[in-house]
């Protein structure tokens, strides 16, 4: 009796969301065996729990991070020994200070440690970078960086959990879901090769920086979303149609169903059209 509801309440402390200060939404979930999912708002990132500390990947923000930091303590009772940037914009790995202060290693891409210094990012610059891939172990278990070309910046890794079977990937990929607003600061058509290089990986979850935990088919619909929205914009272009026109003829409807469709489709219509003509 005493067993289960100890079980009960351990259950409790894994699955339910904990309020946080000032109503910002934090939770931290399960995904499957050592992985754990942290949200923070709209914005989200996976942390892998090993018997020598924690690989952690986006911080977020400071205040997320200090958040995160001390429920891994008191959850897990390990200290975070990596912590993993998925690219260098702001909004995702600002705050990298708290963990890298308290001991934690940062990695990054090569180009993310230039980007973070030219967009005055305040966050710990990485200690570790690499080019293409990057296998790191810990505690008897393995994470996967590896970098896919250029897409929604020209440093963003994904990191692969081989016994979880999951991938998290942030911005240039998500589920069900549109690119944000008009896809700004990314690189066309460079952006597809990341859907070639998804397909040979061998994940099951995608975890991805905003929206629903997927697939990797709806990973690789996201891909074939871009590719039907770049080359129908393209080909309106080289008709001579203008952006107003283009709006209002390229309805994209088999993606009515996902989230943000009414509210970004105009404007990734916009975000392309300005790529192709810019
Ligand atoms: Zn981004």
């Not at 460079?190 to 998804?198: G, I, P, R, S, T």
Request: proline residues 3%.
């Amino acid at each position: 009796m005493l067993k289960n509801l100890l079980c009960y309440l351990s259950f409790i402390l894994i699955t339910i969301p904990v309020p946080a200060q000032n109503d910002v939404q934090r939770n931290i979930s399960q995904i499957n065996g050592n992985l754990y999912r942290f949200q923070n708002n709209f914005h989200y990132s996976v942390f892998l729990v090993t018997e020598e500390g924690v690989i952690a990947t986006d911080p977020i923000n400071a205040e997320a991070a200090q958040w995160l930091n001390n429920e891994i303590k008191t959850r897990f009772g390990q200290p975070v020994k990596y912590l993993i940037y998925s690219h260098h914009h702001a909004d995702h790995v600002s705050g990298g200070e708290v963990f890298a202060d308290d001991g934690a290693t940062v990695i990054a891409h090569i180009n993310a440690a230039q980007a973070l210094i030219d967009d005055n990012v305040a966050t710990a610059l990485p200690a570790i970078t690499f080019q293409q891939s990057m296998t790191l172990e810990l505690g008897g278990q393995r994470v996967e960086l590896t970098y896919l070309g250029k897409n929604h910046s020209d440093n963003s890794v994904v990191a692969y959990f081989p016994a979880e079977k999951t991938l998290f990937a942030v911005d240039f990929v998500s589920t069900r879901r549109l690119p944000y607003k008009t896809i700004s600061r990314s690189y066309f058509p460079e952006y597809f090769q990341a859907f070639d290089k998804l397909e040979q990986m061998e994940f099951e979850i995608l975890a991805p920086g905003h929206g629903d935990l997927g697939s990797k088919r709806d990973a690789l619909e996201h891909g074939e979303y871009l590719k039907e929205l770049y080359q129908s914009v393209k080909a309106a272009v080289e008709s001579g149609n203008s952006l107003e026109e283009i709006k209002q003829s390229l309805t994209l409807e088999k993606y009515s169903g996902w989230s943000q469709f009414d509210a970004w489709r105009k404007e990734n219509i916009e975000g392309i059209y300005g790529y192709l003509t810019n």
